[in-house]
């Protein structure tokens, strides 16, 4: 609308012009009257001049107000000439609109970047971000505190307060987390993400304290674990006890002593044999439960190398056959993407959760018709390696489900309730993590994640 205005109003100027023009010539050659005509050619020359002002206004106009949005200087106003025309007018309040609108925007910008900037400031997470350069962006104030220090402009000035801290930050890939314990009252989760705006890299580090949370778990473990160690050591200590008192009684009752000589029937010499050999029996599952937990309480730290995966999986894959677990009619693929894939592990630890898990697959599948295993390798966005190993076995009750991954906690009638424990012991310290989901009747996949 305000364009048809301006069209218009420079089509009556045009008009008038041209018809100024034309009077002029007429006075000029057809009246003589030569006063008249220079009369009406300075007319001309204002119209002109008038006519060159009202374009070159509005260009002037629209140039200051592309300026003013382009460097968001949105304080100047457009009410000077509105006299020169409607148009002009309905022109100038448009842009003043359009200038309220982004000063608007611009305020409301203004007060989300203050709330964000106060949330962010008031989190119980450190969050701490730097570009290529390694100059700091943005630190907290909880950074602060677990970094123990109020001044970073650069993150090499960690270097100078923390330099083991400086370190696990400046070389934490992007995806990943690790864990630091600078002082007893702090046990950090430190987390890493790469972001890229207008054009530049930033990373950015997520810092808490999870000390709480690792003492409530600790105690459920211990919980867990008492419960354990109690029945198993009750059920050993209770017909000992009792067995104990039997043979006390029968050689009280039936023993006899004479002239040195000691003298038992022969049932009394069966109850005795069969309570010692009891005893020993029990006592031998002691110690094997003991030894048991002397294992898994010992496990050696990694020795970190760089491997295919596929080989060590079709090691593993071939021993089981081998062994003699995975019987002959149970079918194991392996689905490995990308081909010959490289990763950073302690081979000889990751072989024996591979086994545990595989081997308590086959286990499963002795009653399944059509028993299959299906091993698959696979990475993520964030580049991380995952190994799911799933079977079409019977599955495991959700009651169960919860309990597998606690240390002695066993299904199985003559297992031990470790392996799996020890299996997510391996893989935590990898930095990775065991889990397991499974549908009752329908199979159950065990996921390593490296």
């Keep these: 609308m305000i364009y048809n205005r301006f069209e218009w109003a420079l089509l009556v100027r045009i008009i008038l012009l041209s018809a100024s023009m034309l009077l002029c010539l007429y006075f000029i050659f057809y009246t003589n009257r030569i006063a008249s ?40 106003g457009f009410n000077r000439d509105s006299k020169l025309g409607e148009s002009f007018g309905d022109l100038n309040r448009m842009f003043n609109e359009v200038f309220d609108a982004f000063r608007k925007a611009r305020a409301e910008k203004e007060e989300n970047w203050q709330y964000l900037k106060t949330v962010v400031q008031h989190v ?90 690792l003492q409530q778990q600790e105690i459920e473990a211990w919980q867990n674990l008492t419960k354990v160690l109690r029945h198993e050591i009750m059920n050993s200590i209770t017909p000992i006890a009792s067995l104990a008192g039997t043979a006390i009684d029968i050689i009280q009752e039936d023993v006899v002593c004479e002239n040195g000589m000691v003298s038992f029937n022969e049932e009394s010499y069966e109850d005795i044999t069969m309570s010692l050999r009891t005893i020993e029996n029990r006592t031998k599952g002691l110690v094997t439960f003991v030894e048991a937990y002397r294992n898994f309480t010992s496990i050696p730290q990694p020795d970190f190398e760089r491997v295919q995966i596929d080989e060590i999986i079709r090691e593993v894959v071939q021993l089981i056959k081998a062994g003699g677990v995975a019987k002959a009619h149970v079918q194991i693929d392996v689905k490995i993407n990308p081909p010959h894939l490289i990763v950073r592990i302690d081979p000889k630890l990751i072989e024996m959760v591979l086994i545990n898990i595989l081997k308590n697959a086959a286990e499963a599948l002795e009653e399944t018709e059509e028993p299959a295993i299906i091993i698959s390798v696979f990475t993520d966005h964030e580049q991380r390696v995952f190994i799911e190993i799933a079977d079409n076995g019977p599955g495991i009750e959700p009651e169960a489900l919860e309990k597998i991954f606690i240390p002695f906690y066993t299904t199985k009638n003559h297992g031990s309730g470790i392996g799996l424990s020890l299996s997510q012991r391996i893989m935590q310290m990898h930095h990775g993590n065991l889990t397991a989901r499974s549908v009752v009747g329908q199979g159950t996949t065990f996921t390593l994640q490296i």
């Design 37 to 76: 005509g220079v009369i009406v050619s300075l007319l001309v020359t204002y119209q002109i001049y008038e006519l060159y002002q009202y374009v070159l206004e509005t260009n002037r106009k629209l140039t200051r107000f592309l300026e003013a949005v382009k460097y968001s200087d949105f304080t100047a």
């Design 124 to 213: 119980n997470v450190g969050l701490l971000s730097y570009d290529e350069t390694g100059k700091i962006e943005l630190v907290n104030n909880t950074a602060k505190r677990f970094l123990k220090t109020n001044q970073l402009n650069k993150i090499s000035d960690l270097a100078k307060v923390n330099y083991d801290l400086y370190n696990i930050i400046n070389q934490l890939p992007p995806g990943s987390k690790t864990l630091y314990k600078p002082s007893p009252d702090l046990h950090l989760s430190i987390n890493a993400t790469e972001l890229r705006l207008r054009g530049s890299a930033y990373k950015l580090v997520s810092i808490q304290n999870i000390l709480s949370e």
